[in-house]
């Protein structure tokens, strides 16, 4: 049932070989038309704001540092204004299983949403490389007359200009994302100085400038096809209740032009074939689910501005599954989906937990090792004990530590001046001195506060050590 519409038209010869390679072989160049509708309205808002996201994201700081950043050379990565270090490494773990057991599930549930909306492939392809395109060699027809005409001026100035607007915004996206890594101070910096002094990392821009450009101007849709390893997989995470972008092949089938003289025998489908044109892909949606579709919705558009047009109920291709299509029922958000969602909403729950009660100023603070308590004069006794505390913060602060619920006395033995340094890890040694009567047991629980800059940033439990009773 659910390959109804394949069987009718007879064409399943597009399995055999990818939408962008011909029989014989060569890479199809696709002339991709403009959709105009809601879904294209929207993805055009949703790119304004993902440019003005990446773009500016490397300028926010907050105090005194970039609001994000990912600088792997130093080991040092700060996501919404909270520092991590490699000593975090498990929350990266966490986040990691976090993300793959979230794409699985999304995808699951929602089909390939991710890629028409959010990847970055198809914001900067589709939203900014294509429309610059459509604005310098004019619509799909006039680029590909562009493409089989001789070099002449005209030819020469429109594919030249292109390619130059394509470099320029190549190297713009490369020096942002090194701005992502190293700061943009830093990378202010490094354009100020004389080149010679950064040669690495001007070859490093140029590389990078020269594969964005390589995959806009030249490579493309082989991105989503053919190298992304996403989907590739899709085909196993998804099943016949996945939501997707479908061709309503009970309502569209058979295809066929429409006469007004006489009485339709065909689907709504009159094979005009705007789906094929807009996909940037070069799929026909109408062909059933293909690992090459990327959800965009151009088809969707396209589609339904046909439907308006002939006066027929929109939504001949839209976003269902095939088992919604085929037995002709509405969406209906099922006992899974409603499990899956909550899981998702679980997961980024726990990331954005652990991001967010990361502390700047962490430590660990253990008595050492092999050594027995002292005993003091005045009926006195000591404990030796080891902090490393790591100030991931900018700045130099004075450090204290203090007991939380007993009166005694903390002396620092290992540091000229309690000073916790800036961007490391420090090491302190202390005594912790007891008076007798407070000491009830062998082993006897006490909390230590951690005091940075006159502020309590971490309670420490540990153990105190005292002679039989």
Known sequence: MNDLHIYESGNEAFRDRMSGVSEDGKRNWFYVSRAKGKFTKYRDLLNYFYFALFFTLPLIRYNGRPFFMLNFPKGEFILFGKIFWPQDFFIFAVGMITLIVFIVLFTAIYGRLFCGWVCPQTVFMEGLFRKVEWWIEGSPTQQKKLDQSVWNANKIRKRGTKHLVFLLLSFLIANTFLAYILGSDELLKIIREPITEHVSLLTGILVFTGIFYGVFAFVREIVCTTICPYGRLQSVMLDKNSMQVSYDFVRGEPRGRINKKEESVTGDCIDCKKCVIVCPTGIDIRDGVQMECVGCTACIDACD?????????????????????????????????????????????????????????????????????????????????DAKIINKTNKNLPLQFKLTDLSGEIKIVSAHESLLKKESLNEFTFFVILDNKDVKERSNKIGIDVIADGKVVQTIKTTFLGPFK
Do not use: H, W
């Open 305 to 385: 501005e046909v439907m308006d047009k002939i006066e027929r109920p929109l939504g001949l291709i839209r976003y269902a599954s095939e088992n919604q299509i085929a037995d002709k029922v509405p969406f209906k958000f099922t006992t899974r989906m409603k499990g899956y969602s909550g899981i998702l909403v679980l997961l980024m729950g726990v990331m954005s937990f652990l991001i967010f009660s990361s502390r700047s100023i962490d430590g660990q603070v253990s008595r050492i090792k092999g050594q027995l308590y002292q005993e003091l004069p005045d009926e006195k006794i000591s404990n030796l004990y």
